[in-house]
């Protein structure tokens, strides 16, 4: 299976400069492609990528800290979340975490639940299964295992649903997220790349500095990350065209 849609691939590639494009012949763009099907283990544990195709690293520990409701997150990005949820109710709103850290075991809990919810509306096992990943991650899968994902809705309507995005709560969040950097994760015109349904309560940190950039470039996790990736895995031979062009002026 891809780690990594090709869909993601080709919105990176548009995105690169257009000298490095330029660079890109057919058989660099195949080598690309199996580079970036190697699993996406980043250094810096801000854009840790867990979805359906990247499980959550067997070697993954995390050290937490209880947010006053009781959940708990990633200590390191617990400041930037409680500034941002005070910034918010300092607005006038109300914003509640209703999930944050997930262990696997109640991940495995949930997706079974939600497999057995459609199950009963009428879907084919099989069905259930396919349908049951877009929206309650398998175990293992689930963003919610790293700690850096939280799901905030609105007091007054806690609901997780498409109408959780007109509620001041979310207008505020996704006006103001990135500003702590955090990000919407699964936007309505992204869940061909993220393989998950649009959620407009669901937040990830990835750090001020990424969340910034990813707004500013219109982008998802899966796209930053191969975006990355691709700058990355190019340099060496942009160098080495920097290095012919001096050596020609
Ligand atoms: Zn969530």
Known sequence: MNLLS??????ALALLPVSATAAVTEEKTQSLMQELQEPCRSEDWRVLLVNQWNPLPEDFAVTLKKLP????VDERAYE???SMLEDCKKAGLQPVVCSAYRDVATQKRLHKNKIARLRAA???QKAAEEEAVRWVAAPGTSEHHTGLA???VAAAYPYLNQRQETT??????MEH????GFVLRYPSDKSELTGVGYEPWHYRYVGRETALAMREKGLCLEEWITLEKMEDL???AEQQEETADAVSS
């Open 6 to 11: 090709s869909a993601a691939l080709l919105l």
């Open 168 to 173: 001041p709560e979310q207008v505020w969040l």
């Open 122 to 124: 009428g879907y084919s």
């Open 69 to 72: 409701g009781g959940l708990s």
């Open 234 to 236: 190019m340099e060496p």
């Open 80 to 82: 930037d979340l409680t």
């Open 150 to 152: 939280v799901d905030l």
């Open 177 to 180: 997220c990135w500003e702590y």
